[in-house]
DNA sequence: TTGACTAAGTTCACTTTCAAGACTTACTAG
DNA sequence: CTAGTAAGTCTTGAAAGTGAACTTAGTCAA
């Protein structure tokens, strides 16, 4: 399998890769929740080549994970934005950020942490059922065929 | 910033990228959750070059994510089993899927669905405060710096 | 008018990583 | 001995990242 024909697989996973797997991306999104929202922000945050930077904002752009919005009109002057579509990866952020947190704080402790206005406390997140609300642990979880999947030959 | 230099940075989303973050790890991953545990398994799966496999194999085991258990003893041969660690993951690779679900399965519908058998249900994941138990909403979240951010200078 | 500045890219030469495939190693069985 | 199995290792060329400079399209002040 070729890295740029994973959009053509039939699984999520792939799909999803194909959107916001290059290196770097998630450390856009991850500024992006972080409300950096300029080329020049996202360029000094990271650190990286700007033809980078332009390929993946652009990529998030079309995508439909961001938006260009502009911010002044003499000159037009644009910012990224996310989008609902970009809102909906925060939940695997946050669950990377906090296995990150479990597994490489060290002594320090998290670099950052998440305050969950509505109760007003700092959380960790937990990923649960739809159905029944439950915690969801990956040994009570099977995977099964499902009406997308790829026809047997 | 460069890529191999993630590990140093003061933020738990780099030092898991350092870790998961290369290109085709998070597929060999998914492989792994999905019973998949030889070399010639994940190679036939993903169909990548065998180093670079071999490289994203042995990150992950030298990170405890993989380990490496002997399957026979003549000659010796080894598969690859998620550790606990490794499965700590889960809740990032089930959201990643389900957004790709959200978004890219189209008519067809998901290749893959996931059954909570404590329920007997498929779900979808939904991040939970850890604290008070509601569903999170990235707008109700406000990030804020915790013990082991960097000094400012 | 010119020059300086700002913001957002675009281009270039070089380095690193991936892709494709072949080859190697260490066995076992016939 | 040969053939087969499993898990790598090695090689060459293509693709992607790195670091930095340059370009474009304005605005504003002198």
Same mark, same amino acid.
């Given at each position: 399998?070729?890295? =740029?024909?994973?959009?053509?697989?039939?699984?999520? @996973?792939? %799909?999803?890769?194909?959107? #916001? *797997?290059? %290196?770097?991306?998630? @450390?856009?999104?991850? =500024?992006?929740?972080?409300?950096? /929202?300029?080329?020049? =922000?996202?360029?000094?945050? @990271?650190? #990286?080549? %700007?033809?980078?930077?332009?390929?993946?904002?652009?990529? @998030?752009?079309?995508? *439909?994970?961001?938006?260009?919005?502009?911010?002044?009109?003499? +000159?037009? !002057?644009?910012?990224? /934005?996310?989008? $609902?579509?970009?809102? *909906?990866?925060?939940?695997?952020?946050?669950?990377?950020?906090?296995?990150?947190?479990?597994?490489?704080?060290?002594?320090?402790?998290? +670099?950052?942490?998440?305050?969950?206005?509505?109760?007003?406390? =700092?959380?960790?997140?937990?990923?649960?059922?739809? $159905?029944?609300? $439950?915690? #969801?642990?990956? !040994? $009570?979880?099977?995977?099964?065929? *499902?009406?997308?999947?790829?026809? %047997?030959?």
């Amino acid at each position: 399998m070729r890295w =740029d024909t994973l959009d053509r697989e039939a699984c999520s @996973l792939s %799909r999803t890769l194909a959107v #916001i *797997g290059d %290196r770097w991306t998630l @450390l856009v999104l991850r =500024d992006a929740f972080l409300r950096v /929202r300029r080329f020049e =922000d996202f360029q000094a945050s @990271l650190g #990286i080549a %700007r033809r980078v930077l332009t390929e993946r904002l652009k990529l @998030l752009v079309d995508e *439909g994970v961001l938006k260009k919005v502009a911010y002044q009109e003499r +000159p037009v !002057r644009y910012e990224y /934005r996310l989008t $609902e579509k970009g809102l *909906g990866l925060y939940p695997a952020l946050v669950a990377l950020v906090h296995w990150g947190d479990a597994h490489y704080a060290g002594k320090k402790g998290p +670099p950052l942490l998440h305050r969950h206005l509505t109760c007003g406390r =700092d959380f960790r997140s937990v990923m649960t059922c739809s $159905e029944c609300g $439950e915690a #969801i642990d990956p !040994r $009570e979880v099977k995977p099964h065929a *499902g009406p997308g999947a790829k026809k %047997r030959a």
